[in-house]
């Protein structure tokens, strides 16, 4: 359990030294909402604020998914057949960061329609609007893809048991990291 509790303090740790960063970073960037522009429309002061706060934790997620998978696959000595205890640990984390990355993928497809059409994030959650965007801009698709992705390698992580699942839910995991890239 002693490594339990350095893993918990470790991701305490990386968490705050990640909060610790965007503030020292918004307060030297000079950090202030937008004055809009009179006759264009404005985004919300929550979108604002809230898009670069989800985008920092969708990239982290993919790259503790990523990381973590990478060891279970490759890293963490594990029998042909079977993963180790170590290996089985690393994948489990992965999905539960995928998981997260899923989840985080929801917000960020709402928060960029908001940004993008300048409406508050409510005015975001229009069932029809939102589908439009999905399937007509080339930023929603992807967010859409790389969140399917971030759910299949969820899955995939959260009950793998040997090293062939562990490769191939990296390669999912991969391959969700992509479509944002194009």
């Not at 069932?127 to 969820?154: K, N």
Request: net charge positive; proline share 5%; charged share 5%.
């Amino acid at each position: 359990t002693s490594s339990r509790v350095r893993l918990w303090w470790l991701a305490c740790g990386a968490g705050a030294a990640a909060g610790a960063g965007l503030l020292v970073g918004s307060l030297l960037g000079d950090f202030n909402i937008r004055t809009p522009l009179s006759g264009l429309p404005e985004t919300s002061a929550g979108v604002q604020v809230g898009l670069p706060i989800v985008r920092t934790v969708w990239y982290l997620a993919a790259v503790v998914t990523v990381g973590f998978l990478l060891a279970a696959a490759a890293l963490l000595p594990s029998a042909k057949h079977l993963l180790a205890t170590a290996s089985a640990r690393a994948a489990r984390i992965a999905g539960a960061s995928a998981s997260m990355w899923a989840a985080t993928s929801i917000l960020l497809v709402i928060l960029s329609f908001a940004e993008t059409f300048a409406s508050p994030f409510t005015g975001a959650l229009h069932p029809r609007q939102l589908w439009g965007y999905l399937l007509g801009s080339e930023q929603g698709a992807a967010f859409m893809i790389a969140g399917i992705f971030a759910v299949l390698t969820a899955a995939i992580a959260l009950s793998v048991n040997t090293p062939l699942g562990a490769w191939f839910s990296l390669g999912m995991a991969i391959a969700a990291t992509l479509p944002p890239a194009f």
